[in-house]
C-alpha cells in the first residue's frame, strides 16, 4: 500500500468516525514486510516471509473511549469496523480524563525536518541470495570454532515498515524504517548430559553496520563454550559486574514505578520520589529520541506527543517520570511522554575486561533467567547466569543461582558504570559494577 | 518495527501484565455475528467455513498445487479468523474497551525438515498463490502433484459453551465487573485501588493439508483478572488473581465472581506480613495446582521434540531411563473439558490426546510437531501449535500436570523442617539445554519444624530440571490443575496453556532469599 493511499484511507476513517457520532478519533495504519531466515546443519532450516497491515482505531465518543485494532483494511469491512467502535461506546462509563493530547503537544514542522536516518536504502537491494548467505556463513563460523558443539542455528531478519498516523485534531505524520538482525544460538556438550546454549545477534538499522558473519558466529560460540563446567556456588553478598549486554535489566527495575499510571493506581515505589535520590550519584540516565539510527528513535510517542530529549535521572536523583496523556490528566500533571525512547547513560571510563581485571572477588552476571520485579515495593528476585572472577581471573563458570534484593538498595550500591554502551538495542547501557547484591546458591 | 533475537523459553500469566500495561492490545464489545452477517460456534459446518472464508475446494487445490510446485513434500493451509475483547474496570468506573480483529491464511511447505512459511491478510486466490510461491522456495526442484481429496476430520468437544461471546454484547459484560468491584472494597478497608479485565476471544480455524486432511474448530477463551491495591501503616502491596478458560459467560458464576474478589483481597492483604526467606537450598512444598510451573519448565519444555531432535535438550537422551521416584507420572494433556490449555485438533490438523512425558518415574515420550514425529518415526501426539495464522508451528505443552500419589498434603508439610511453601507464581523460564529453570513465587509461607509459619514474597526459585524430577520425593493425591490466565512463549510466539500439580515436596532446590 502506497503512502498517500494510506493517508486517504486514514483521512477517511477519521471522517467516518465522526460521521458515526465520534467527537474524535485517531487512526494508525502500518504494513510491514518481514523476512526471517534460519540455517542449521548446513542447510535452510527456516525460510518465512510476508507482508502484514494493521489499522488501529481510537474514538472518543461524548469522554467514553475505547480502541481497536484490524488486519483487513477492504473499505467496506472497515466501514463496519468504524460503525462497531463508534457503538462499543454506548454502555462505557465516561470519563473526564480521555481525549487526544491538545495539539500543542504535536510536533511541529520544523521537528519532523530531523533525519533520524531510521531507513536504509540498500534495503531494496537485499535479495534472498544475500540472506541466505549471510545465514550459511553464520552457521559455518560457529560450527568451525570447536568440535564440542552439538549444533549451531544461525538467524537473519529483517524488516521494512510504513507507518501513517492521523489524528483529528490535528496530528498527520508518516514514518518508514528499517531494521536488520543476524547472529547464532550455539549448544555445546557439557560432561552429565549438559548441553548449555548461548547466543550472539546483533541488531542494526542499517545492514553494514552488523558484524561480519564471522564474528556473529565466532562470538555465539565462544560465548557457549565458556558454559561448560557451570555449577552453582556459596550463597552470601559478593561484588556484582553485570555484562552490558543483560544490565537493562537492572535498570528496568525502574520502568514500571516511573510511570504516571503506577503512582495514579497507588502501586509505584518511586512515588513522591520526584527530586529525591533514587541510586547512587554515579547514574545518570538520559533519554533521547533522537539518536541517529537508533532503534528507539520516533519524532512522536505513541500517543502522537512530540519526542523531546530528557534526563531521567541526573547523579541518582530522579528527575523524570513517564507521564502519558491520560493518567497525566488523571494526576494533573503535565505529560512528559508514556514511553521511553533510546537510554543512554553517562559512560565511565573502563571497559568490560578492564572492570573484571580489577575484580577481587567478584560474580560476573552475563545473564538473567526468569525471576521477577514488584513495582509496589521495588523488590527483585532474578536467576542469573555468569563467572566467578578472583584476582583479576575468570574461575569458574556460574549458573542455578539468584539475586535478590530491593531497587533502591542494589542501585545505591552502584560502584563503577563502563565505557561500553551495548550498541544492539535501544537500552544502550554499559556494564556496571555493583558492590554487596545477595547471591543465593548452595 | 521488530527483530527476532530472543529465543526465550517462558511462561508468564497474562493477568500481570494487564494490570501494569497503559496501552493494551485491542479487544472489542457489540454484537459482531451482526456486523459479519455470521453464523456461530458449533451450528458451522465445513461448507460453512469454506463461506466464512470465501474460498471454495478449488480453489484450495490450486493454492496446494502452487505451492508444492517446487518440490515441497508436503504443504498446510491455516485459515484463521480472530476476534479478541477487553473491557476494562479502573477507579471504579468501566470506561475502557478494546478489539482486535485478526483474519488471515498461513501458508507452510516442507521439504524434509526444512520448512518455507509465508501469509497473507488477503484471503483471494492471487494473494494466496503469491504467499504459496514464496513457501515453495524452500525448495528449488521442479514438480507437479496431483490433486489429493480432501475428507473432513471429524474431532472431539472438549469445550463446549453455552453462548458464543460474539453474540455477547459488552452491556452484558459491564456489570460483572462493577459486582466484582464493589465485593473488593467492601472486602477490607484497606483496599485503595482495583483493576478488573473481562477479556474473551473466538478462533475460527480451518485447516486443509496436502494430505487431504480437512479440519475445523471454533476455540472460546473467556478471563477475568482482578489486581488490588492496598495500604496499611503508609505501605502498600499489590496482587491479582485470575480465572481463565475455554469457558462460556455461564462460567462466570457468582460462586466465582465471590472468589475472584475474595481470592485477589485477600492475596494482597497476606502481603504485609511476608518476609524473606533465607538464601539457598531448602526443602519446597509446592501447593496443589498452579504450581504446575515447575513442571513446565522442568520438564515440559526440554520434552519438546524440536529440541530434541536437534539434540540440544538435556532430556535428549533420556527417553525409557528412570528420571524421577516411580509414583511421579506427568502428562501433556489436550483433553481437559474447557481448561485453557486444551485443544480439539491441534494446529497442523494432527488429532489431539493425553501424551505421558513420566510414566511410573520413566521418561516415556516427547511431544511431537509433524516433522519431529516424521524424524522419530512415530505418531503424531498433537502438539503441533501456532500463535496465529502469522506463525509456523512448533512442538508446544498444552495442560502439562502430575498424576496423584500415594502421600497426603498435612504429612507433606509435616515432613519439613526447614523449608518454604510455595502458593502463588506470576512467571518462569527455562533454558532447555542445561536444564536451568526457574520460576517466581510471589507468595507463600515458611515451614518451621513441620507448621507455615510467616508469609513470604516475591523469590525466585531456581534449580536443573532432571534434579529436580529426581529429588520429587513426596506426591500427595490432591491434584488441581491451575485456573489462571497463563501463556507459553516460545520462538516468538505465545499460546495459552495450563499446568497443574498435586500438593509435591522436592528434597532440595535453590531459593532466592537473603542470606543472614
Known sequence: MKNRDRMQLAEWAIDYAAECGAAQSSVAISNSRNIEIEFRDKKLEKLKESTQNSLYLQVYTKKRYSGHSTNDLRKEELKK????????????????????????????????????????????????????????????AAMSVSDLIISATAGYYDSYYETTRVHSNGLKAE????????????????????????????????INELPSPEILGKTAAKRALQKIGQKKIESGKYVMLVENRTSSRLLSLFNQAMSARAIQQKSSFLDGMLGKKIANEKLTVIDNPFLEKGLGSRFFDGEGIAAKKRTVIEK??????????????????????????????????????????????????????????????????FGIVGLLVEKGEIVQPINEMNISGNALELWDKLVEVGNDPYPYSSYRIPSLLFEGANFSGI | MAHKISRRKFIENSSKGLAAAAFIPYFLGGDITKAFGMQTGVDMKLQDYYNHFGISEKIIREVISEALSRGGDYCDLYFQHAIRNYIGLEDKAV????????????????????TG????????????????????????????????????????DYYPIQTPWESISIDKKIPYLQTINDKVFSEDSRVIKSNIWFTNETSYILIVTSEGVVAFDNQPMGQISVSVTAEQNGKREQNYFDLSGRRG?????????????????????????????EAGEMEVVLAAGSSGILLHEAIGHGMEA????????????????????????????????????SINIDDEGNPTESTYLVENGILKSYLHDRISAQHYKVKPTGNGRRESFRHMPQPRMRNTYMLPGPHKKDEIIASVKKGIFAEAFT???????????????????????????????DVNIIGNGPQVLKDIVMVADDMEMAEGGWTCGKNGQGVPVSMGLPTVKVSKITVGGVKS
Open chain 1, 81 to 140: 469496523f468504524v460503525e462497531e467502535a463508534v457503538a462499543a461506546t454506548k454502555y462505557l462509563s465516561e470519563d473526564e480524563f480521555r481525549s487526544l493530547p491538545d495539539s500543542k503537544y504535536y510536533p511541529s514542522e520544523e521537528d519532523f525536518k530531523r533525519d533520524l536516518k531510521l531507513l536504509d536504502k540498500s534495503y531494496e537491494k537485499v535479495n534472498s541470495e544475500n540472506r541466505v548467505k549471510m545465514a550459511s556463513e553464520i552457521e559455518e
Open chain 1, 175 to 206: 514514518t518508514s524504517g528499517t531494521s536488520f538482525s543476524a547472529g547464532a544460538e550455539v549448544t555445546v556438550k557439557d560432561k552429565d548430559g549438559g548441553r548449555p546454549e548461548d547466543w550472539f545477534y546483533a541488531g542494526t538499522r542499517f
Open chain 2, 95 to 114: 470506561n475502557r474497551a478494546y478489539s482486535d480483529i485478526a483474519f488471515g491464511v498461513g501458508i507452510r511447505v516442507l521439504k524434509g525438515d526444512q
Open chain 2, 117 to 156: 512459511y509465508s501469509f497473507t491478510e488477503e484471503i483471494t486466490p492471487k494473494a494466496m498463490k503469491l504467499a504459496a510461491q514464496t513457501a515453495a522456495n524452500i525448495a528449488d526442484a521442479s514438480k507437479r502433484v496431483s490433486a489429493v481429496e480432501l475428507k473432513l476430520r471429524k474431532i472431539p
Open chain 2, 427 to 457: 512467571n518462569g523460564q527455562v533454558f532447555i539445554g542445561a536444564g536451568d529453570f526457574t520460576f517466581y513465587v510471589k507468595s507463600g509461607f515458611l515451614i518451621e519444624d513441620g507448621k507455615l509459619t510467616k508469609p513470604i514474597k
Open chain 1, 316 to 381: 541518582g536523583i530522579l528527575n523524570n517520570y513517564y507521564i502519558d496523556y491520560y493518567y497525566g490528566k488523571k494526576l494533573g500533571w503535565e505529560p512528559t511522554s508514556g514511553s521511553a525512547s533510546n537510554i543512554l547513560l553517562e559512560y565511565g571510563s573502563k571497559s568490560f575486561e578492564q572492570m573484571i581485571k580489577e575484580l577481587e572477588r567478584a560474580i560476573v552476571v552475563n545473564g538473567f533467567i526468569g525471576g521477577n520485579s514488584n513495582s509496589t515495593t521495588g523488590d527483585f528476585s
Open chain 2, 249 to 277: 459467560i455461564e462460567f462466570f458464576t457468582p460462586a466465582n465472581i465471590d472468589r475472584l474478589a475474595k481470592e485477589s483481597v485477600k492475596r494482597t492483604l497476606a502481603l504485609f506480613d511476608a518476609v524473606k526467606p
Open chain 2, 306 to 341: 524440536d529440541f530434541n531432535r536437534k539434540d540440544v535438550s538435556i532430556f535428549a537422551d533420556k527417553i525409557n531411563k528412570p528420571v524421577a521416584e516411580k509414583f511421579v507420572s506427568i502428562v501433556d494433556d489436550a483433553t481437559n473439558p474447557n481448561i485453557r490449555g
